[in-house]
């Protein structure tokens, strides 16, 4: 099974691991342009976006908000749902769903799960990403963040 994209229709069957992420972004402090966060994670030596197993009953969306926090330990506002990954992680198919997310208060502290996270434009967080099938998030989210905002309504 290869990784691939996929919509929200088809519903997995129970031995599919459910997962959910973000690709978390801000604006630096420092020049105001876009950065990307990664995390690293020691056991895998890895670079990835912020990611993890879904609880019991636990929506996606919130799982995604959930992992980013204790991963990066930042709270952030959620925006458009992106790609859906499929792929085998250790012999089971895993989904990983993704939404863009902007980060607004961030304290990271190292954990045994992720010990660094890196800040990079999107170009550098592309080449760094480890895994080939994540690097079309970035520009999912490039895409995103890029689309005209709808207006709002008079009065």
Do not use: I
């Amino acid at each position: 099974m290869s990784p691939s994209s996929t919509g929200s229709s088809g519903s997995p069957d129970d031995t599919t691991v459910q997962a959910a992420g973000c690709v978390l972004w801000r604006r630096s402090p420092v020049t105001g342009e876009l950065e990307l966060c990664l995390v690293h994670r020691p056991k895998y030596d890895d670079w990835s976006l912020p990611k993890g197993k879904l609880k019991r009953d636990e929506a996606a969306l919130a799982g995604a908000l959930r992992e980013v926090a204790e991963e990066t330990g930042c709270q952030a506002v959620p925006g458009p749902e992106l790609h859906t990954l499929r792929y085998l992680a250790n012999g089971r198919p895993k989904q990983v769903r993704y939404w863009a997310a902007e980060a607004t208060t961030c304290a990271f502290s190292p954990t045994d799960e992720v010990d660094r996270v890196l800040w990079l434009t999107p170009a550098a967080a592309r080449a760094r990403l480890t895994q080939p099938h994540d690097r079309p998030l970035v520009d999912a989210l490039l895409t995103v963040l890029n689309r005209p905002q709808p207006a709002g309504r008079p009065d």
